[in-house]
Each structure stands twice: as structure tokens, then as C-alpha cells.
Nanobody, 129 residues
Framework: QVNLVESGGGSVQAGGSLRLSCVAS??????????MGWFRQVPGKEREGIAS?????????WTANSVKGRFTVSLDNASKTVYLQMNSLKPEDTAMYYC???????????????????WGQGTQVTVSS
């Protein structure tokens, strides 16, 4: 069981930036066979994949078109922390943001929620116009 805890959400104005963090529990092993992903969800809609990264932090195989050029995912193995740097935020980025982990298969193609087995509790991001 992997325990993931997100933080860093908040309220910002359009054009602003936020950096989300996702810390894995001490007994968690994040390896090159682990896929870490960021998702977001608004009420009434399906959870949307944003970006994924291999557990060794060497490659980010997928980023959603809606955030390309604005959001960047990274991973610090020493602290077992996955980051989502969000720049040029828009009101449509308002959502609950979740961190997730899965096997390497989850990183092969588009980030799909069904491929990730462990989830954090989420952190709310609100962008005002």
C-alpha cells in the first residue's frame, strides 16, 4: 500500500502559479517500474489525467494538451516527492488535484485513472478571473 499526501493547493488569480507536492510514505518504494501521475477532477466530470512521470524521474511520457507548456511534472527520489509546477493558470484549471501511483504500464500511454492503484486525498486549486 502506497500512501500519498498532496499539498500546495490554494486560490490564485488567472496568470498566477502554484506548485503542488505529493509525498509518498516512508515505507514506499518508488522505482523505475513505478508510474506517478497527476489528475484533476471537477464535480460532475470524470477524473482527467494531466501528466505522468516514471519513478526514476527520467522521463515524463505524457502531458495533457490542455496544460502543455504551462504545467511541468518532476520527481525528487531522495524525498519521494512528486511535484506539479503550474504556471499561467486559467479559471478552467480550477479543480481538485490528485496524485496517484501505479505500475509501469500506467506510464505507457495516456494517463488513465484506471491504471493507477494508489491515490492521495487531493488538494483544491481555485483560479479566479
Amino acid at each position: 500500500q502506497v500512501n500519498l499526501v498532496e499539498s500546495g493547493g490554494g486560490s490564485v488569480q488567472a496568470g498566477g502559479s502554484l506548485r503542488l507536492s505529493c509525498v509518498a510514505s516512508e515505507d514506499t518504494h518508488i522505482t523505475s517500474s513505478t508510474c506517478m501521475g497527476w489528475f484533476r477532477q471537477v464535480p460532475g466530470k470524470e477524473r482527467e489525467g494531466i501528466a505522468s512521470i516514471y519513478g526514476d524521474g527520467e522521463m515524463t511520457p505524457w502531458t495533457a494538451n490542455s496544460v502543455k507548456g504551462r504545467f511541468t511534472v518532476s520527481l525528487d527520489n531522495a524525498s519521494k516527492t512528486v511535484y506539479l509546477q503550474m504556471n499561467s493558470l486559467k479559471p478552467e484549471d480550477t479543480a481538485m488535484y490528485y496524485c496517484a501511483s501505479g505500475g509501469i504500464v500506467a506510464c505507457i500511454a495516456t494517463a488513465k485513472a484506471a491504471d493507477f492503484s494508489n491515490w492521495g486525498q487531493g488538494t483544491q486549486v481555485t483560479v479566479s478571473s
